[in-house]
């Protein structure tokens, strides 16, 4: 029998607690983040070398199989309000769990895919929040390798935001006076002189040789005035 680890303490977990179903790569550098950041994190994976390694890192951490109805019911997973399913490579654990998660009402399920037919029956069984770490790394990290941005992070299909050493074209000029919201449609918003301090960029903010920036704009757009 597997007890709810929270049930001596009181009936329900709190707003901070989160569930992560598979502590692999992705699942348990989440983990370790939220516990990082205060939340109460209960962990769970099947392999019990995994779940010792995570003895005094996350609030609790469990081994149990997540596909089986009543395992989930005895953690008292039904009471918290977020749940991570991080399992990667079983595919059917990944969508057995979900199934389950659904059935049991859980409000907020996040859910790992490792490939868009995978995605797409998470979607199709109502998971909240799918996320692809994998292509979106790759994605990522396609951009920086370009040499342009030293950072970037892309929210929606053409909104994107980047840290990069400004361009030569803004370089000595307000930023209001360099064409660069006509000629592009990006915004800077934040610069870092070499004081090392980030402050508010506004219309009348003048670069310097080697300050760096954050821009947001549309993906294509951004990228051309990165490379300036």
Known sequence: ??????????????????????????GGSLATELARTGAEVLGVDTDEDIVQSFNGVLTHVLRADS?????????????????????????QASILTASMLRRMQ???IWAKAINPQ???ILDQLGVDHVV????????RVAHLVRGSMLDYVEFDHDLVVAKAVAPAEIVGRRLDESGMRRRFDVTVVKIRSLDGHWRAASADTVPAEGDLIIVTGPRERTERFCAL
Do not use: W
């Open 67 to 91: 596909t089986r109805q009543e395992v989930l019911d005895q953690l008292g997973i039904g009471d918290f309000d977020r749940v991570v399913i991080g399992i990667g490579n079983d595919i």
């Open 118 to 120: 995978h995605g797409l």
């Open 1 to 26: 029998m597997v007890s709810n680890p929270f049930s001596h303490r009181r009936p329900k977990p709190d707003a901070r607690s989160v569930v992560v179903i598979g502590l692999g790569r992705f």
């Open 106 to 108: 859980v409000p907020s």
């Open 132 to 139: 692809y770490p994998e292509a979106d790394m790759g994605r």
